[in-house]
């Protein structure tokens, strides 16, 4: 099984900064990696497939890059309804792996 | 619209029995493979059990192979898990996902909760 980490565990930001979280697989996933994005009471949200192709709808200040074991997703400018958990997946292979979250909290 | 919709979620006694639906419209069903992911209270997002489109292919997460089963119904557009042998780890938010590789679609879920 393929152990997905993140860190950190909570990133506490002020709006209109930048956020960069990491996500680190255990062996290479390629770039069979997604993010998606979480809110109290809701379900989660595709944001990122691909490692680095946004999903439909997404807005561009969010962004993915990596390859094999080391994934970042950056949210270049936050907003108010950026504060939420954020959680990468792997889906290289089975069974599919998510990390444990990181929670971006507002500073 | 393109939605999942789950039910059949509820308060059942350890080593009781529950079985989910999920309810799928806007997409063709019968093309699309679907996955079940848990969410425990406080906790993160569990990969449980994956069907195929046409259920050739049928994947299990160690900590429910053996005791949840899996299946769809595709003139029904519907997913089911049958879920026996219930024990207090099971407690979580059920959500059924749609695809392969990433989850594109999710439904809001469905609560589970094993408790005497």
């Known amino acids: 099984e393929i152990v997905m980490t993140q860190s950190p565990a909570t990133l506490s930001v002020s709006p209109g900064e930048r956020a960069t979280l990491s996500c680190r697989a255990s062996q290479s996933v390629s770039s069979n990696l997604a993010w998606y994005q979480q809110k109290p009471g809701q379900a989660p949200r595709l944001l990122i497939y691909g490692a680095s192709t946004r999903a439909t709808g997404i807005p561009a200040r969010f962004s993915g890059s990596g390859s094999g074991t080391e994934f970042t997703l950056t949210i270049s400018s936050l907003q108010s309804e950026d504060f939420a958990v954020y959680y990468c997946q792997q889906y290289n292979s089975w069974p599919r792996t998510f990390g444990q979250g990181t929670k971006v909290e507002i500073k | 619209e393109v939605q999942l919709v789950e039910s059949g979620g509820g308060l059942v006694q350890p080593g009781g029995s529950l079985r989910l639906s999920c309810a799928a419209s806007g997409f063709t069903f019968s093309s699309y493979s679907i996955n079940w992911v848990r969410q425990a209270p406080g906790k993160g997002l569990e990969w449980v059990s994956y069907i195929s489109s046409s259920s050739s292919t049928i994947y299990y997460a160690d900590s429910v192979k053996g005791r949840f089963t899996i299946s769809r119904d595709n003139a029904k557009n519907s997913l089911y898990l049958q879920m026996n042998s219930l024990r207090a780890e099971d407690t979580a938010v059920y959500y059924c996902?749609?695809?392969?590789?990433?989850?594109?679609?999710w439904g809001k879920g469905t609560t589970v909760t094993v408790s005497s």
């Open positions: 996902a749609r695809n392969f590789y990433y989850m594109d679609v």
